[in-house]
Nanobody
Framework: QVQVEESGGGSVQSGGSLRLSCAAS????????TGWFRQAPGKEREGVAV???????NYAEFAQGRFTISQDNAKKMVYLQMNNLKPEDTAIYFC????????????????????WGKGTLVIISS
């Protein structure tokens, strides 16, 4: 069983930055994908950014140009750097991982994830 734990959430003003961290106890497979997702109050969960073990990333339109996903394979850590944050970015952010066989193209935000963290709360005030 893979354990996933997020950290780094908090409250910042609009225009500020946060870096979320995700620690995995193990990777689910030699080929895998990790991603960040979020759920705002009253809304469905949505994909933010994903990154596969081949280094290919994909971002939601709202995240492009503001958010960056990265990973440290040796530490089994995944990060989400969020800049120029807006009040509409307020949500619980979840990290997840799963087995994934990439095709050399940016992975889909809808890729199946097998293991999920409990989330970290991000609040952006105007």
């Amino acid at each position: 069983q893979v354990q996933v734990e997020e950290s780094g959430g908090g409250s910042v003003q609009s225009g500020g930055s946060l870096r979320l961290s995700c620690a995995a106890s193990a990777y689910p497979h030699t080929a895998y994908i990790t991603g960040w997702f979020r759920q705002a109050p009253g809304k469905e969960r949505e994909g933010v950014a994903v990154l596969d073990s081949y280094g290919f990333a994909n971002y939601a339109e709202f995240a492009q140009g503001r958010f960056t996903i990265s990973q440290d394979n040796a530490k089994k850590m995944v990060y989400l750097q969020m800049n120029n944050l807006k009040p509409e970015d307020t949500a619980i952010y979840f990290c997840a991982t799963g087995a994934f066989y990439g095709s050399g193209a940016p992975p889909p935000l809808t890729a199946e994830m097998d293991y999920w963290g409990k989330g970290t709360l991000v609040i952006i005030s105007s």
